[in-house]
């Protein structure tokens, strides 16, 4: 199992969408005002590489007011950084001035884009999405979350744009309490899709009882404790590491491994194995779907 990197760098975003999964844990984790440490998690990250590419995101990452420096440190780090960003919002206000940034670190930088129909125009993430390729930068994602906001005419214009947009499916509790995708009456098939939702349908029992959307209603809680062996290794906004997404969204101070500010790693809670890349942690919460068949969990005995 390859490890994951992921840096949050802040978890507020510019955007409400109402079916995001950050907005479904116990507080809106959107509003919070936290954000990471650019001179800790560099000086981290080049005493604990963890692996040899690593992922940021928000929230919307862009929206850290030091975030081209977190780039430019991590550009002499890693041999690849992936982005996930919505294409808008402030750093993005002066499109072609922004472009000529992003060239300067060029095709280092994976640009994986989501577009949500209700908070930007259409016309403008296209012509955003086709610049962007004009000037030899790499992007891989181009999708929209299968939402009610997403209107037959707008996907069809973005289908007919083509630039390669797809359709990602929900997971997690959808607006009648249900985990999503159940079946194929939870999927959108008539556009090419972002990822394969038959890992959810196949294992649906597994899934639903699993998973949760972080806090969502309260049940978050295993009926029995497991232990979890991930290779996730997430630092968020608060300058801590997690194991997980789930953890991570609701700030748990349980399942918290350590902080950035310990680069020797000496006062970890769960210990980091160098070897297999991966934590083994003793767990009562239900996984995030951004998590699912990523972790391996079975019952702890005498726990």
């Not at 919070?32 to 590419?53: G, S």
């Not at 390669?164 to 008539?190: C, F, H, Y």
Request: hydrophobic share 35%; with cysteine.
């Amino acid at each position: 199992m390859k490890p994951y990197l992921l840096i949050v760098t802040n978890l507020y975003c510019n955007y409400g969408c109402n079916y995001c999964i950050q907005q479904k844990s116990s507080l809106d984790v959107r509003k919070n005002p936290k954000k990471i440490d650019v001179d800790a998690v560099l000086k981290f990250l080049k005493r604990n590489r963890i692996h040899r590419r690593v992922s940021v995101m928000g929230g919307e990452a862009t929206l850290h007011p030091d975030f081209e420096r977190l780039i430019d440190g991590l550009e002499r780090l890693y041999r690849k950084i992936v982005i996930t960003t919505n294409l808008n919002g402030k750093w993005y206000e002066e499109f072609y001035k922004t472009l000529e940034k992003m060239k300067k670190w060029g095709r280092k930088i994976q640009w994986n884009t989501t577009y949500h129909p209700a908070w930007m125009d259409t016309d403008a993430y296209i012509e955003r999405i086709r610049a962007i390729r004009e000037a030899g930068l790499w992007v891989k994602q181009i999708a929209s979350p299968d939402s009610k906001d997403l209107t037959e005419e707008i996907a069809v214009k973005l289908h007919n744009a083509g630039i390669g947009w797809k359709v990602q499916i929900l997971t997690g509790r959808n607006e009648n309490g249900k985990m999503a995708p159940e079946n194929w009456d939870d999927v959108n098939s008539r556009y090419k899709l972002e990822f394969d939702p038959t890992k959810y349908i196949k294992h649906y029992d597994e899934y639903a009882n699993e998973c949760e959307d972080a806090g969502f209603g309260g049940n978050h809680l295993r009926d029995k404790p497991v232990k979890c062996a991930t290779s996730r290794f997430l630092i968020g906004p608060d300058n801590m590491v997690y194991p997980c997404h789930s953890h991570l969204y609701m700030e748990n101070p349980d399942y918290t491994c350590g902080s950035i500010h310990d680069v020797e790693m000496k006062n970890f809670r769960f210990k980091w194995s160098r070897l297999f890349k991966r934590w083994i942690v003793r767990c009562k919460t239900k996984c995030n779907p951004c998590d699912f068949r990523v972790v391996k969990t079975k019952t702890l005995i005498n726990y």
